[in-house]
């Protein structure tokens, strides 16, 4: 992706948005560039648990916003991994304390003072001010979307108010994915979900037990040297930001080159 | 196209008669700080264009480009919308409706008289708005759950089959029948 500032979002909640933001940051800090993540959900901040991070907030983003500190105070430098930082939100505050320009500010001195190659913004739920905030320095944009029904009509409402900010960039990451429950018919298919939304394909996330294992200890699995399927899926995504060609692996399903020659034809 | 000066910036007014060669004409001075475009009703998308050139070309920034502003679609008039129309979407139109992309679920299509969707259409499509029983709705696909013509309703059964393929809506007797469409 061209974007540096990148808003990870999703619309509804509890799809995936804050560990997919802290495993895409932590594979791209290892691939060598210098990354920032910000949580921007004030009030409700997670990122911070999600990485291990908690206990090293001092500062934080309202803070810079107003003016309580320098920027360079308020980024948390994981040890873990070289180049990652963290920007926490503010836990004792509420969305009003949110300011779109000061945001746009905070992101210019971000790549242009702190010479950061990529920020993910993760943003809260929902369609209002934490939402439009986040995606107010945004230049790109993750959208996270689980394969259902009432995620996906979130994403797209998501996905009109993002191109109505002008942001181009927008890929989709289709999140907890059951390959067993998709075989079945149980569950939305990648290419019908592609379909809805009509826009491109960043990576298939699979479901996995050991998710829940790495947000409790606070370490993102992507670091895990491990083979894990979300560990890859994280991975490859960050190549893909990256502008690497990593081609999909088999969790789409066979009918994806026939539905894709219709839709290119035009018939169905 | 007319040129004015506001408190803002500069406002320019796009009219029918613009094309993207007459907008060259305009001085890049004028361009080069916050501009406004006021759109006329048939103002044309590459007149736009043209235009949001011309201004990154003079420094300056397309701050705003409004809709025609109070002049109101007159009554019959076709409203083209030319991408696909995303959930808490909404198009309205005082006469027919053409939606070049898909009406997503969640989105809605209000027009007096006809709605036709080159897509998709997932979303409430209500045709006939004023009371046109006549009106009708046709999409390259239906998967709706819910078409309106006038003061008609159609609400989709629980495992209503998909049928690939084009299909029209048109009031029967007062009830809505949606049939594959044969040309």
């Given amino acids: 992706m061209n974007a540096k500032a990148i808003v990870v979002t999703s619309g509804k909640g509890g799809v995936g948005k804050t560990t997919t933001t802290a495993n895409v940051g932590a594979a791209l800090a290892q691939l060598g560039e210098k990354v920032v993540v910000i949580d921007t959900d004030v009030g409700l901040r997670n990122l911070d648990v999600v990485m291990g991070l908690e206990g090293r907030v001092v500062y934080d983003l309202i803070d810079v916003f107003e003016g309580r500190c320098k920027l360079k105070q308020a980024l948390i430098r994981d040890k873990r991994v070289e180049n990652l930082h963290l920007l926490a939100a503010s836990q004792t505050r509420d969305k009003s304390a949110l300011s779109e320009e000061r945001m746009r500010e905070t992101v210019t001195k971000l790549v242009d003072e702190e010479g950061f190659d990529r920020i993910l913004i993760d943003s809260p739920a929902g369609i209002e001010s934490g939402f439009q905030t986040a995606a107010s320095a945004a230049e790109g944009a993750l959208v996270v979307v689980n394969p259902e029904v009432s995620s996906v009509r979130d994403a797209d409402r998501i996905i009109g108010l993002l191109e109505a900010r002008g942001i181009t960039e927008i890929k989709c990451i289709i999140n907890r994915l059951r390959p067993d429950m998709v075989r079945r018919g149980d569950m939305l298919e990648v290419d019908d979900v592609l379909e809805i939304l009509g826009i491109k394909l960043i990576g298939i996330v699979p479901e996995d037990e050991k998710i829940i294992v790495s947000t409790n200890v606070g370490s993102p699995i992507s670091l895990d040297k491990e083979k894990s399927g979300a560990g890859d899926a994280f991975r490859s995504i960050a190549k893909r930001v990256q502008g690497q060609e990593i081609p999909h692996s088999a969790l789409e399903s066979k009918r994806g080159l026939m539905t894709y020659l219709r839709r290119i034809l035009g018939i169905g | ?183």
């Fill in chain 2, 1 to 183: 196209m007319k040129t004015r000066g506001t408190r803002n910036g500069i406002l320019l007014s796009l009219d029918a008669k613009d094309t993207p060669e007459t907008v060259q004409g305009t001085q890049l001075e004028l361009l080069s700080g916050k501009v406004f475009v006021e759109l006329a009703e048939r103002a044309s998308w590459a007149t736009l264009k043209a235009l949001e050139a011309l201004v990154t070309e003079a420094g300056g920034t397309l701050a705003e480009v409004r809709p025609p502003g109070a002049v109101v679609q007159a009554r019959g008039e076709t409203q083209i919308v030319a991408r696909t129309v995303r959930s808490g979407g909404r198009v309205e139109s005082r006469g027919s409706a053409i939606i070049i992309g898909d009406v997503n679920a969640g989105a809605e299509v209000v027009a007096e008289d006809d709605i036709i969707v080159l897509g998709t259409l997932r979303g409430v499509a209500h045709a006939g708005a004023g009371g046109n029983e006549a009106a009708f709705i046709w999409a390259q696909q239906v998967q709706s759950k819910q078409l309106r013509i006038a003061g008609a309703l159609a609400q989709a059964g629980g495992d209503s089959k998909t049928v690939s393929g084009p299909e029209v809506a048109q009031l029967h007797n007062g009830q809505i029948i949606l049939r594959p469409w044969e040309h």
